[in-house]
């Protein structure tokens, strides 16, 4: 990789590029994603210095000569962290507010689990308001006995938990779009990807109990949104490791997963993690849904367009330090970021300090799950100067991570969707940090 | 009501532990659940079951044209689509067809969706966004017809139905590459 770096000092507005072919905004409100995103969570989690240290530390603090508050039903996050949160956009906001998403606040977050309340949505037409005593899920198609089944009966089959990561197709749209590196947050930028512990049945179950037919290969999803979504899912798959998740980091589904019950396809386009699902059609060949034709496919020189690109690319991005945060100073600083593939366990993840002339391994933060976000971390000693810093992730198949130049240079222009190459950030002398494209 | 569990409780356990494993390469036994699903009916799977794939299969009865879908598309699709489905707010429908790969690349119905089923399929499910699954079969049909219409994709006079939706060929039909790796 060589040092040629676009660099925009000075953040610029983004160009008017409206909203993209998905619905979502492809410009940034910077009012709404700065201010937001980089308010006190993100200076907190940018690892610097507290403006105001206790004047006194030898006096008694409030807190330990008061009573504290008494128990509750739910818990929240504390009030200082009221800034920690989700910023939604619609590309649609004027006919149909609920087609849009939201994303996760990245830059503010640590380990490898999202809380379920900040995990991203990207909804067609809102989330609906479902009964899960009314809610039914139909198996039918090229099967022996087409089934219905209630929620409640899901709730008595066999169980597993696994943890992996669900990542928005549209996902760095920003950094796809804009031919100047956008000055946003990591949320801004890459926040259509979450991470989550989900609980549920194998749906290999259930298509066992229906018994499929001979010919069958693929499989329609439809969800019971005022949407109706629905992808198509090759068999194969559906009896691999699909699961009809039920809980979410140990509580059900939020109304915005799915709730109750959702498909989850671990390590694939999260579009066809069906929510609120309640159909599955046992098909010869896929159904060519529009989200499967006209969205979700990437258009390649010659006119041509990728389509049923399933697995996400391995990927990674760093975290902190990340735009809207800044550097108290020279001295320690730790490099943390995740990494992620959709074809399996992050093998490796080397970091840059110097625009990719030179690159460390960084140390892999245990467990590393196959189709899981991973921690990455790398100590870092600043020594003040201007300093580019990037990621790049390997998995276990050997994948590398491209840079966005490589990346691009494979899809016609506009590209869209699945963009899974290298961030990078520039730190300036005084500590305030950019996205740079390198 | 447990019994399933002495009979089969290994089998599943075993199954488990391959289909929920971390790897995906794994060989997979069948294996059955609990049985708590009841049979579908006839009427139920008629009435839930409104995809439409390329072959038409399940097309409902009913037929429109593109005079009568234009009454339709103007009351119930026009405010969010522009006139004569030109966009804006909303997608754009109608243009670009023969600029895909070209600098001047339009992306709508007409010219880079592959299949007209799918159109039918999306405007009964999920349009209009008001109020989805609304609209008649009747009204469905001659509203696909329109936009299809416009696009001079089909003639003014043509009747859309169960058997002539599907032989509609649409210009970007050869335009997607398949990666999924399934075989066709």
Known sequence: MGRKIQSPRAPQALPPSGQSSDGLPAKIDRRGFLARGAGIAGAAAAGIAPQAAAQDATAVPPWMQTMGTPMRGYGNPSKFEEKVLRVAASGYAKVTPGAGASRTP????????????????????????????????????????????????????????????????????????????????????????????????????????????????????????AAAMGRSVPLAKGLDDAMLALYQNGERLRPEQGYPVRLLLPGWEGNMNVKWLRRIKVTRGPTHTKDETSKYSDMVPGGKALQFTFAMGVKSVITRPSFGGKLAGPGFHEVSGIAWSGAGRIRRVDVTLDGGATWKEAVLQGPILSRSLTRFRLPWDWNGGQAVIASRAVDEKGSVQPTRAAWLAEMAQPARYHNHSIQAWEVAADGSIANVFI | MYSYKSAIAGAVAAALAAACATTSEETRTPITGPALGRAATAQEIAAWDISIPPSGAGLPAGSGTPTQGEAVYVAQCQACHGEKAAGKPADALVGGIGSLGTAAQIMTVGSFWPYATTLFDYTRRAMPTTKPQSLTNDQVYAVTAYILFLNGIIPENAEMNAQTLPQVRMPNRDGFIDRSGVPR
Request: proline share 8%; net charge negative; aromatic share 4%.
């Open chain 1, 106 to 225: 990245l830059q503010a977050l640590e380990g490898t689990i999202t809380p379920s309340g900040l995990h991203f949505e990207r909804h067609h037409n809102g989330v609906p308001t479902i009964d899960p005593a009314q809610h039914r899920l139909m198996i039918h198609g090229l099967v022996k006995k087409p089934l219905v089944f209630t929620v409640e009966s899901l709730e008595r089959y066999p169980m597993t938990s696994r943890i992996c990561f669900v990542e928005c197709a549209g996902n760095s749209g920003p950094n796809t779009v804009n031919p100047k590196p956008p000055q946003a947050t990591a949320q801004a930028i890459h926040g259509l990807v979450s991470c989550s512990e989900w609980t549920g049945v194998p749906l290999a179950l259930l298509l066992n109990e229906a018994g499929v037919e001979a010919g069958a290969d693929w499989l329609l999803a439809e969800g019971a949104d």
